[in-house]
């Protein structure tokens, strides 16, 4: 396992960490990371993309931000283009590499990424991105004549296999994306029906935020002889935590406040429910702040539009339920508000964590009404951490 470190600890000394120039990557890939303006290799991808170039299956434990799209996406568009693609037209759909990721939104992100870093690949590479909720005949027409990548979830994927749309007999590359969601989200099942299918001779790469241990079966089922990389969570210093206390009512006014007085931009607010989001849109709109609901209502391509004009900054706050909102990935989004609270700690770790990514401070605000208190606590439990109470004038409640 290659060391991520790049201070030395016992002497402080800056160790001169290793450019993407000396990791092995093609030069049409480093144009593309130049453009995309990455200096430096995330630990993730400096830990993964050589054990990748060299054929290794691969476990690693990553969050979403650490930079793992590109750990594997780089590798795998640089082995794909230098390697024969060895099926004939008469073998059908085939495609040369799968990733699996649990929500749409996700997959969606991962096409987008590997599409920007392939971008001055010659020839081009094919890719295609295939989810449920949308029509399925376009996916089959895209993928015909096979391709070189599939980015997938697995119902849509088991659809189009039951259309004869898909074939696995030349497949080189797996990848399992946030695998501890995947299992989460129940979809285990689907999981191994697909994995029957695939040629027993592949490159496997696992990649999960957590370890449950539900997992580990997966883990030893799927992976000959990995190469491990876990790198040390994010450092949520980058995030700085704001508590306002105030009363419920309240809420809605104290959030245009923030966002007026602050001049916010790109702000992400967590509901828990799909109706406090939509309440939520009308108010900020009222008040004059551009704002779309982001929740399982919503039809796939409202979804997509939201989330577009979101990070175009065409509307500048998000409203989102907490499983619309899984794989979110805005390149340093400044805020996210907690307008009310998860049941879950673990759920509001993952809220504030869409902030604060890839080097950039983020600020997370959670809004907690005097019934709120006690949950709060809670998950300051989980978080190891106590945060100050704040008021804000004109907003104040009674003392805690
Ligand atoms: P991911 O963990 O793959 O969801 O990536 C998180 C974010 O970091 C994405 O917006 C990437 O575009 C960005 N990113 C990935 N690698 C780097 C890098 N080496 N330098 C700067 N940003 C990066």
Redesign the pocket.
């Known amino acids: 396992m290659t060391e991520p470190l790049i201070t030395s600890p016992e002497t402080s000394v800056t160790i001169a960490s290793p450019t993407f120039n000396e990791l092995g990557l093609q030069t049409s890939l480093l144009t593309a990371i130049n453009a995309?303006?990455?200096?430096?290799?995330?630990p993730i991808?400096l830990a993964a993309i050589p054990a990748i170039l060299q054929g290794r299956d691969l476990v690693a434990g990553?969050?979403?931000?650490?930079?793992?799209?590109?750990a594997f996406a780089l590798p795998l568009l640089q082995r794909l283009s230098t390697t024969p693609n060895t099926a004939t037209r008469s073998m059908g759909n085939q495609v040369r590499a799968l990733i699996i990721a649990p929500t749409r939104e996700l997959a969606v992100q991962i096409g987008e990424?590997i599409a920007a870093y392939g971008q001055y690949q010659q020839p081009a590479l094919k890719v295609c991105t295939v989810f449920g909720g949308v029509g399925l005949n376009p996916q089959l027409l895209a993928l015909r004549g096979g391709a070189d990548i599939v980015v997938a979830t697995t119902g849509r994927l088991l659809d189009i296999v039951q259309h004869n749309g898909i074939k696995f007999d030349v497949l080189e590359t797996l990848v399992l994306d946030e695998a501890d969601k995947m299992l989460g989200l129940g979809f285990s099942d689907e999981l191994n029906q697909i994995l029957a299918l695939l040629p027993k001779k592949r490159q496997n790469l696992l990649f999960s935020a957590t370890f449950p241990p539900e997992l580990s079966f997966l883990i030893a089922k799927l992976l000959k002889n990995p190469v491990e990389i876990n790198i040390a969570k994010r450092d949520d210093s980058l995030i700085e935590q704001h508590v306002y206390t105030v009363e419920a009512e309240r809420k809605n006014a104290l959030l245009i406040h923030l966002i007026q007085t602050g001049d916010w931009q790109q702000v992400l607010v967590f509901a828990s429910a799909k109706n406090t989001c939509n309440r939520l849109v009308l108010k900020l709109e009222k008040a004059g702040i551009q704002a779309a609901a982001f929740h399982g209502d919503l039809s796939q391509s409202a979804r997509n539009n939201a989330l577009r004009d979101f990070k175009a900054r065409q509307i500048r706050v998000l409203i989102a339920t907490d499983v619309a909102s899984r794989g979110i990935?805005i390149?340093q989004l400044p805020y996210v508000v907690n307008f009310d609270l998860p049941r879950s700690p673990n759920d509001y770790i993952h809220r504030i964590g869409r902030t604060g990514?890839?080097?950039q401070q983020g600020q997370a605000i959670a809004l907690i009404c005097p019934d709120e208190y006690a949950h709060f606590q809670l998950i300051e439990k989980r978080m190891k951490k106590r945060l100050p109470r704040e008021q804000v004038v004109g907003f104040e409640v009674g003392e805690i």
């Open positions: 995309l303006g990455y200096q430096q290799p995330t991808q990553a969050e979403t931000g650490s930079g793992k799209t590109a990424a990935d390149e990514r890839a080097g």
